[in-house]
Every structure is written in C-alpha cells, then in structure tokens.
C-alpha cells in the first residue's frame, strides 16, 4: 500500500523552499543550519558573560549598592551638600554597572529563544533580528570587558586633560586646536561632560594651550593612552605655495584627584601665585578684572585657570590641577620626594610621537605604540578614537606593544 504525505499551506512547496516571490528562496534546511551557528555562538559567550559578572565584582556591586541606598535614607544625609552629592554620583554609577549586566544576560536568554521558536516553527523572519542582536550583545560585551581592564588607582577619575601646540608658530597652532575638537567630539559621543579650565588662543589661528576637565565614570581610564606628543603631516592651508607641513601638538592626561583621597599637603611657601586679565572663550566677565591665576610650583609644573567668575574660585581650580599632576606623577614615577619630578616631559618634536596622522600625500592615522591604524581620517577627527583606546588597553593589558 502507498502512503502519500500532503503538505499544504501558502509557504510550502514540494521542492522543500517556501514561495520565492514571498520568501526568497532559501531552504528549510539551510535555514535551520544558520540557527544552529547563531545557537552554537550563544552557547560560546556564555562562559565569557558569566566570566564578565566576576570581573565586574557583581556581588559587590550590589552589597555596595545596598549600603549607598543605606546612607541615603540616613537621617541628615543632605546637610553636607558636597559629600551627598558624591554619593549621588557613586549610587547611579553602581546601578548603571548592574543594569548593564543584567541587560546582557536579558538579550542572551532572548536570543536563544528566537533560535528555539525559529527552528520550532520553520520561521527566518526573526534571522535578522537575531544576526543584529547577537552582534549588538558581542559589542557590548567587548565594551565591558576593556571596562575591566581598567584597574588602575586612578582610572575611575575624571580627566584633566592638557594641550600645548609644538614649535611652528601658526601651523602648529592650528593642529592643538584640531586636537582639541577631536577629544572634545570623542567626550560627547560617550555621554562624557567637559569643562575649560583655562584656553589661550592662537596668535593668528588655532590654539596656544588649553586644560579642560572631562567628567565622568573611567574618563582617565580611557585617556590615558592619549598622553603623549601627536604629528601631524599635511599641505597647509596656511602656506600661498601648499607646501606639505609637519606639525606637532602634546596632550597630558592626568587623574583629578580628590581633596581628601591623598595625605598630600601643598603649602603656599610651594608655589608663586600670579594674576591677569582672562582672555579667550569665556562670556562677558572676560578681559574685565585680573580674576585669572597662574601657579608655578617650585618643581616647575605651572597651572592656570581662567574660566571661573573670581579669583578665589580660579585659585582654587588651579590648587585642584597642581595636586592631582603632583599625585600622579609620584604614583607613577614611584617618588617619595617631587622636587625629582622634573624633566617627565617628552620634548613636542620629531621621533617623540606616540601617533601619527597623515593628511597628503595619503591618508593614515596609526599609533606607533600598538600598531593600530586606520585611513579614515576624517572620522578619526571628529573624535572616533575607539579603536586606539582600545588597542592601546589591551596592549596595557597583555604587555604586546609594537617593537620600535
């Protein structure tokens, strides 16, 4: 006796394909093996996600979270403004570690529920949703993962970041100030804030100096790796032959320290104050009064601040500047004694370069640290500096820099 199987329906037909002109024309079969792939890479990240909960300090977190939440509730809790609001800060930066995580773990389990209800029901309608979801969750937990690099003492601090235009006059002037937008793009792609501490124009264009400060959770601990002398390589636009110029331009990125997270005394007898007029960006209070400071510590670190109201307020700002450079830079060197911190800086010169970024005769951007590079300059400027922050953490980490 013959048995016959009927199959009906608009999606089907006897050659095993749904309907081209709905569907297009892949196969059952096929489909089903590109669930599988998508199921056996879920099932790959998963110990790399729960590893991530660890690396996080997850219990910790919430154990923290619970006494924050504690202090909060206190009687009293908002009579020291300054101190609470800190807490504030802490409290919504551990509850944002945790929704995260818990987000993770939330798109994980829906994936592998699309690849069992898809394999169930013979429906690739959801393979695109899953292709662009499994992609999202892998770039989310590569963005968690360089977060855990950062163990440094002082990478969860805000960045005080300097710039300082190398010999050229004009040109490189100019290029500080490209820099500048640069970075300043970079912080507000990442929800980061900033604020002008102190900003010197150029003599014809571009920028002289400037500090800023940029705020935010780990802004020092992606920074970092900025600090150093870039090059610039470009026709200049200052130049009536278009002659090809090479500029230079030195960022510093130092940690804000806080007042009372070091035992660090700077006394007045340390450092000469003086005074003048704001020039620059800076409203109508500008160029008025002499409320601009400048600090030289004996050492020869100078600061300046110019952007705030008073004098008092400028002074303070610049106090706040010279500590965390001081800090820092008898954390790094591991120095007892800071009157032996001189000379740290890299002359802003040839061969000194920790980047290098050709405009002609081709286009290139490549660290000479890590190796990494790319020919979009244009997106490199306008702050997309990912892929270096990256390169330069996982060098950090694993100790493989380029050899020069």
């Known amino acids: 006796m013959k048995k016959i199987l009927i199959m009906h329906g608009p999606n089907i037909n006897l050659t095993g394909k749904r309907e081209p002109n709905q569907y297009g024309t892949t196969s059952y079969a096929q489909m089903n093996i590109e669930f599988d792939v998508y199921k056996q890479k879920l099932n790959d990240s998963r110990p790399a996600l729960e590893g991530l909960a660890d690396s996080l300090n997850l219990e910790g977190l919430k154990n923290e979270l619970e006494r924050l939440h504690a202090m909060q509730e206190a009687p ?33 389990d829906d994936l592998m529920t699309i690849c069992e209800m898809a394999a169930e029901e013979d429906d690739d309608s959801m393979l695109d949703e899953l292709k662009e979801g499994f992609a999202n969750l892998a770039t989310e937990m590569e963005s968690c993962r360089l977060e855990t690099l950062l163990t440094g ?24 100030q490209m820099l500048y937008r640069m970075y300043t793009r970079w912080a507000e792609r990442h929800g980061f804030t900033y604020k002008i501490m102190d900003y010197q124009e150029g003599d014809e264009a571009g920028l002289k100096s400037a500090s800023i400060m940029i705020e935010g959770e780990n802004a020092y601990g992606f920074l970092k790796g900025e600090n150093g002398v ?42 000469e104050m003086q005074v003048f007029r704001s020039s620059g960006a800076g409203g109508q209070h500008i160029n008025k009064t002499s409320s ?46 800071i ?58 980490a694993t100790g493989n820099w380029v050899q020069k």
Not at 154 to 176: H, L, P, R, S, V
């Open 76 to 108: 009293g809790f908002w009579d020291d403004p300054e101190k609470s609001q800190k807490i504030v800060v802490k409290t919504k930066q551990a509850e944002n570690k945790i929704e995260r995580y818990e987000n993770m773990v939330t798109s994980w």
């Open 153 to 176: 003492k002082y990478d969860k601090n805000n960045a005080i970041m300097g710039f300082q235009a190398g010999a050229g006059g004009t040109e490189a002037q100019d290029w500080c």
């Open 230 to 271: 870039h090059r610039l390589v470009r026709v200049s636009p200052f130049d009536a032959n278009a002659r090809r110029q090479t500029s230079f331009s030195a960022i510093e990125v130092i940690p804000e320290i806080e007042d009372d997270s070091e035992d660090f005394e700077i006394r007045p007898e340390d450092y």
């Open 339 to 396: 009157a032996d911190i001189k000379g740290v800086q890299q002359k802003i010169e040839w061969g000194s370069q920790i980047r290098n970024y050709v405009f002609m005769p081709y286009t290139l951007v490549k660290d000479t640290r890590t190796g990494c590079e790319t020919s979009n300059v244009n997106a490199v400027m306008d702050g997309a500096l990912d892929p270096f922050i990256e390169s330069y953490l996982n060098c950090l």
């Open 292 to 337: 601009a400071v400048r600090l030289i510590h004996k050492s020869g670190i100078v600061v300046s601040c110019q952007t705030e109201r008073s004098q008092f307020q400028n002074k303070e700002t610049c106090l706040r500047m010279l500590r965390s450079k001081l800090v820092e830079i008898r954390e790094r060197e591991h120095l007892a004694n």
